[in-house]
C-alpha cells in the first residue's frame, strides 16, 4: 500500500491590532463678540444705577469701565483740585467739580476729568440746557472751561491724547494732563499746541482761570 502523508497542520497567526490615528480636531471657531449695544448719554444717567461702585465714561456710545485710580492718582488730583477750589471760590470765578463728574461733550459721550472747572461765565450761558439754573442733577451738558487729568500707570498714550481731543474739540479752553512719574504737566489749548511743564516751572490759569499760579512742584507732595 502506497503510505498516506499527512498534511502538517497550517502555523496560526496572531492576530494584529492596528492602531487607528486620532483624527484631527478641527481648530474651534474663534467665538464671536457680542454686538455691543450703544446708548445715548440720556440713557446713560439712567443706567447710573447700574454702576453704583465703578468707575464709567461713554465713549461714542459704548460704556467703558475704569478700574479705581490708585493712591498716588488720588492725592495728586485732590491736590491740584483743593488749589483751584481755594481760588475760584475766594475769587468767586465759578465752581470747581471732583473727580469723576460726569460732562456731556456730545449725544454719546460723557467725559469725566480728575478736576474740571466751570466759570461763572459758562455756567450763566448754559442756563437754557439747565431749565433756568446754573446747577444740575444730571451730567453737566456742556464741556468745563478747565478740565484736568492725572495720568495713571495703566493709562495708554493713545486714550489719552483722545481725551484731550474730546475735550477741546467740544468747547474746552484749557486741559492739563499730570504726569505724577516724571512730575510734570502738559498743558493744552489746542490738540496741536502743547507746552510741558517741569517742577520749577509756574503752572498758570491765564486767561482761563484768571489769577491762579502755582508752582509745579507744590502739586507732587
Not at 471657531?29 to 454702576?51: G, H, I, N, S
Not at 453704583?52 to 493712591?71: Q, Y
Not at 492725592?75 to 477750589?85: S, T
Request: glycine residues 6%; charged residues 30%; positive net charge.
Amino acid at each position: 500500500m502506497t503510505p498516506v502523508l499527512e498534511k502538517s497542520a497550517a502555523p496560526k497567526l496572531k492576530a494584529r491590532t492596528i492602531a487607528k490615528k486620532p483624527i484631527a480636531k478641527k481648530p474651534a471657531a474663534p467665538k464671536k463678540r457680542a454686538p455691543v449695544k450703544l446708548v445715548t448719554a440720556d440713557e446713560f444717567w439712567e443706567m447710573q444705577a447700574d454702576f453704583p461702585n465703578e468707575r464709567t465714561e461713554l465713549v461714542n456710545g459704548e460704556i467703558r469701565k475704569m478700574a479705581p485710580a490708585g493712591g498716588e492718582h488720588g492725592v495728586e488730583a485732590f491736590e491740584i483740585g483743593a488749589l483751584l477750589w481755594l481760588h475760584v471760590k475766594k475769587k468767586k470765578l465759578g465752581v470747581i467739580c471732583a473727580a469723576e463728574t460726569g460732562f456731556v461733550i456730545s449725544n454719546k459721550t460723557v467725559r469725566a476729568p480728575d478736576a474740571a472747572f466751570i466759570s461763572q461765565a459758562r455756567l450763566e450761558a448754559n442756563r437754557g440746557k439747565m431749565d433756568g439754573e446754573i446747577r444740575t442733577e444730571k451730567f453737566w451738558p456742556f464741556a468745563p472751561d478747565l478740565a484736568v487729568e492725572v495720568v495713571s500707570p495703566g493709562d495708554r498714550a493713545g486714550e489719552v491724547a483722545d481725551k484731550v481731543r474730546d475735550w477741546l474739540k467740544s468747547g474746552a479752553a484749557m486741559v492739563w494732563v499730570i504726569y505724577p512719574r516724571s512730575q510734570t504737566i502738559h498743558v493744552f489749548t489746542a490738540p496741536e499746541t502743547m507746552q510741558i511743564l517741569e517742577a520749577d516751572d509756574l503752572l498758570s490759569g491765564g486767561e482761563i482761570v484768571p489769577g491762579f499760579s502755582c508752582k509745579v512742584r507744590d502739586i507732587f507732595v
